[in-house]
């Protein structure tokens, strides 16, 4: 089975862009995950997507959404970027979501830089 | 609320050697625990959990964990330390509680294992 997979895997903009990163899980698994990892601020939970609709929030401001399709395919949307929001943004799929026993698998990421 | 701590940023191990990386953790309720492992420029790799059952629980490449409830630890041993476990190590835990599958991670520790 083809792990999780995220794209693009190295992005550049500038503060003020908005940007869109896309995460497809592995196949069969309906719960998508989205992580930043900062140096500062280590691993922090943005969101959780099940069945196309939000089920858990990090402690994010609005400018960080997410969505999710029918297909599960993930996209995490960062409206009016900052320059802490350089980051790497992990994806991450389970199985389902009803079993909180279930092990998350990360995509290897997407790097994240703003000037 | 969860949380997660690693007290040591880094380990330093000959190869050969065994190894540990500590942590502890605060949660309600009996705890799901998780240790993961990254590569340079990677996502997270699964290394094993810990959701009931026996104390020790056997992982991925050689390693293991040891869930003590008394002591809210679950320390990540191997007993023959390679070189190429070089890596950062995350420790990670889930309320049994939690309706979906949020992951509150540990800070990190390196791992750092010489010739």
């Known amino acids: 089975k083809a792990g999780v997979t995220q794209t693009p895997r190295y992005l550049i903009k500038t503060r003020g862009q908005q940007v869109t990163l896309s995460c497809s899980p592995i196949?069969?698994?309906?719960?998508v995950s989205w992580y930043q990892q900062t140096p500062g601020q280590g691993l922090q939970f943005l969101f959780e997507?099940?069945?196309?609709?939000?089920?858990n929030k990090g402690n994010f401001p609005g400018r960080f959404s997410g969505r999710q399709f029918s297909n599960s395919r993930s996209e995490m949307n960062v409206s009016t970027l900052e320059l802490g929001d350089s980051a790497l943004y992990l994806c991450?799929?389970?199985?389902?979501?009803?079993?909180?026993?279930?092990?998350?698998?990360f995509g290897p990421g997407t790097r994240l830089t703003v000037l | 609320a969860q949380s997660v701590a690693q007290p040591e940023d880094q380990v330093n191990v000959a190869e050969g050697n065994p190894l540990t990386v500590k942590c502890t953790y605060s949660v309600s309720g009996n705890p799901y625990l998780f240790w993961y492992v990254q590569y340079p420029n990677r996502g997270l790799q699964f290394l094993l959990k810990?959701?009931?059952?026996?104390?020790l629980v056997k992982g991925s490449y050689g390693f293991e964990a040891e869930f003590n409830k008394s002591q809210t630890s679950f320390h990540l041993k191997k007993p023959s330390a390679l070189v190429s476990d070089s890596a950062l190590y995350f420790c990670?835990?889930?309320?049994?509680?939690?309706?979906?599958?949020?992951?509150?991670f540990g800070g990190g520790t390196r791992l750092m294992v010489k010739p």
């Open positions: 196949s069969g698994h309906r719960s």
């Open positions: 997507y099940f069945s196309e609709t939000q089920r």
């Open positions: 990670a835990v889930r309320a049994p509680n939690n309706a979906g599958n949020m992951l509150t």
């Open positions: 991450a799929s389970s199985l389902s979501s009803s079993k909180s026993t279930d092990t998350q698998y």
């Open positions: 810990y959701i009931t059952g026996d104390n």
